[in-house]
């Protein structure tokens, strides 16, 4: 259990320390609010087994009519499945997939979903912080990102200590957020840090997605109190929330109860009893009314179902024409563009962004020993390996250079990027920067690795194995090694990002990865590679790199004659003994070729983190939902 009493008071007489003054009152009316989504026909018979289900249109929320009053907290409530979260995302404009129609205004403006986004604050149920940074740093990260470039530092100083005062954060300032293998801030606090980070740039309006979730029922409580709290600031606070406590259910002002994706209630919270009872569900006295709410109303197994019969009685509510009012006509307040979040220049982004990186590389030391670790210690042994392998047999030393530079990159950055995609598409979808700026970011930390790592190795296992002893050689050598490193680095990116998971790309990548070792020259002639595959070497850069440092060992060497050390025949014999002289490209050629890969795969790295932060908003609410599926069927064999 989280709870720690210094930290974890329930916050009910309080004064507020951030300045509220220049909150606007924000009165939110949603019109006619319809989202659907295109899927594959569940009812459809296959035919034949390669056969696919047709589109089909599935309506997810069905004309929702709602308005949300500034200085009021409203709980969205619903079964599993209701459109909780689609409810709140299509609001706030966090959804990118399937087709919104209606209407959202703020304060009688019609806005787009991004200038909501823009104008509110969103917290998202699972909190993905950066676990190296302290509680201090990340609302820092927040400010420096989120708030207009030229407000000056120390009054983005001050936003953020008024933060840490406002949600009692103080003894945990200074303390790590965490993970699961280092020990940081509290799940109270990590929900408050959350909170704090949204709070910084003082939006009127707040959504959260299940803030409660994953917390004790006293932790619980102090978060919904906390919301209470901001919403009687002046801001307009909507939440989705999972069964409540009846204690945490009575500090909501309204309630909106969801059901297959209509409203059936929403109203004040002190209403919810007698509206049910009104229609023939009476609430059992010293009942929680949010399990009665669950257990009878919402109820799936009711049957017949109560839902539609509800929906109709709803839009005949007395309740229903005050909102209907409220959408004939709205406040009107305006909305103040200078409240709008702004994200800030390319280059603070670019700054921010390499010094978390390089903050998160240096305290991340285990990690630092271990890539510096396996380089040299993998290098040594092959140095050892080869110490007195005279000749061509060294070449075996060069096809090792090759492609473990290629491999290691890969196989490091893959591992790093799988810890932070989630934290970087939640960043990048909340506005806090744009991809140019987290990819130039990423290049320009990792490349230093990507070069000193690739020299060091390099220079143990040529100087052991005795290749040529010119600068020249020895150069060139190196920046093959770097090269390949890079093209490991671009590679990891895009398999990072195309694939849902690290699990799934380590399935993969060796598939397609391993049978391109065979076109590198040395496992198999390239001569004798059938035509129809011969292709396929063009697509393989350890072909190059292989090709490049043979070329640049072996093609100026006299070599000695096996059995006869005295007589020596020259080094582009071995070349074409290898086939490595089919294609007639010379090392300086196939150096040019290899740096085109990289580039041209950092291209593709691009596209992948492109393609990943279109695609993560859409994917977020099926997510959940089966998320939630999942525990719910644990939760009900772990009773049983
Ligand atoms: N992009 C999508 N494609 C297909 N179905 C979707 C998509 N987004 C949501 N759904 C479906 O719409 C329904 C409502 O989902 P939503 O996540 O809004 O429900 P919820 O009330 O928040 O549920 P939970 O409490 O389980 O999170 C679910 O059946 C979900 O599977």
Known sequence: MDLDPSTEVPLTTRTTAIDTSSILPSQIVVRDLTYSVDVR?????????????????????????????????????????????????????????????????????????PDLKKLSGFVFQDDLLFPTMTVRESLTQSATLRLPEPIPRAEKDRRVDETIKELRLDPAADTVVGSHSVKGISGGERKRLCIGMELITNPAVLFLDEPTSGLDSFTAFSVVELLKHLSSTGRTIVTTIHQPSSEIFQLFDDVLVLAQGSVLYHGPMSHVVPYFSKHGFECPQYSNPADFLFMSVLNPKLDPSPVPGLVAAFKADSLYEEVARAIDKPARG????DVLKQQAGFG??????????????????????ARAGQVIFLNVLIGLIYLNIPGRDRAGLLFFLSVANLLTAMLNVLAIFALERTVFEREHGAGYYGLPSYFLSKISVELPYQIILPFIGTTISYWMAGFQRTGEHYIVAVLYCILMSLCGFA????????????????????????????????????????????????????KY?????????????????????????????????????????????LFVILASFVVALLGLAYLGLLRLVVASDGARAQVRSATRKVEEVEAGSSKA
């Open 41 to 113: 026909d569940p009812g459809f018979r296959k035919s034949s087994p390669l056969s696919r289900p047709p589109l089909v249109e599935k309506t997810i929320l069905k004309q929702i009519n709602v308005v949300f009053q500034p200085g009021r907290l409203t709980a969205i409530l619903g079964a599993s499945g209701a459109g909780k979260t689609s409810l709140l995302y299509a609001i706030a404009g966090t959804l990118s997939h399937g087709h919104v129609s209606g209407n959202i205004m703020v304060n009688g403006e019609d806005v787009a979903g």
């Open 334 to 337: 305006g909305i103040s563009k």
């Open 348 to 369: 603070t982004q670019f700054s921010f962004l390499y010094m978390r990186a390089f903050r998160n590389a240096t305290r991340n030391k285990l990690m630092l020993r």
């Open 491 to 542: 590679l990891g990116i895009l398999f990072g990002s195309i694939f849902p998971s690290i699990e799934i790309a380590l399935a993969i990548v060796p598939m397609v990865f391993m049978p391109l070792l065979l076109f590198t020259g040395l496992l198999v002639n390239n001569s004798t590679i059938p035509p129809y595959l011969d292709w396929l070497k063009w697509l393989a850069p350890t």
């Open 545 to 589: 790199g292989f090709e490049g440092l043979f070329q640049n060992e072996f093609s100026t060497l006299l070599l000695p004659v096996v059995g006869d050390p005295s007589a020596t025949y020259p080094g582009n014999v071995a070349v074409a003994q290898f086939g490595l002289d089919r294609d007639g490209l010379s090392r300086w050629s």
